[in-house]
């Protein structure tokens, strides 16, 4: 009797040994899983703004969510007003991902080592232009006729920071004699709107003659029924530029930049596309952008506060 009660005791000993043993090695796979979880964080994407917060609300909520189940990580994308906010909040690491223009990423690179991994394509193309555009019942045909009336034009910009709304149209006025600076030109008046959106609503609207904007915003808008064709007139076109990149913190590792390019690339929702003026998104590196760099050199941007509006 004692030999059979000392028999089950040690049975049951060993029962209890074997359940904790399962328990701890449960909590252990448990624990790697929340490490691994923990490990990949929260993704804090910025972007300048190329268009207002508004116009582009749906697009960054359908972008937030489906970032969110490819990377199997939570996702926060921020608008920032000006384009040296985009710019200071991943030189500080309060964001690890920003969506740039061209010039404004050539500057973040200099100043902090960014690297651009995507791009977009419009039409199977990653290069958009820069156009100066008026109302479709205006006099001129080429910018050559606009200037020749120039002391009584009024000029839009969009932001002071935008390659394609300020940099390469400004350029371009500077090499025809017309224009320095915001303060110095031979316009009646020249203004910055701060976003590509409004310097269309304002050509359109009368509130100036002509206005620079990015050809791939202009052309999204335009698809999305945002603002009619019919009622613009394009009477410059620049060469080529490199899209606007996705650019990531110096120290990202190469499988998480990996991840991103992946599910960027795998992006088909309209919605999201037409709000960056995109038909689909590709990778792209830090030498693409070389053509913007010297530019930037050239008319003395690389040390610009990126002042923003």
Known sequence: MKKGFLMMFFAFILVLAACGGNTDEGNKAEGNEATTT???????????????????????????????????????????????????????????????????????????????????????EPYYHSYFITRADSPWETLNELLEEKENIDLAFASPSSTSGSLIPGVELKERGVFRDANDHDFNAVTYTGSHDIVAESVVNGSVHVGAIDSAIFEARIRSGAINEDDYKIIWKSEEIFQYPWAVRSDMDEATIQEIQDAFVAITDEDILNAFGATAFTTATNDDYDAIRNAAILDGRMDDDLGGN
């Open 38 to 124: 923990e490990e990949k964080g929260e993704l804090v994407i910025g972007l300048i703004p190329s268009q207002s917060e508004g116009e582009m609300e749906t697009a960054i909520n359908k972008l937030q969510l489906e970032l969110e189940e490819k990377l199997n990580r939570t996702v926060e994308i921020d608008y920032y007003p000006a384009y040296n906010g985009v710019v200071e909040a991943i030189n500080y690491g309060h964001i690890d991902m920003a969506y740039f223009g061209p010039l404004t990423y050539v500057i973040a690179h200099n100043r902090s080592g960014v690297e651009a991994i995507i791009t977009q394509l419009v039409n199977g």
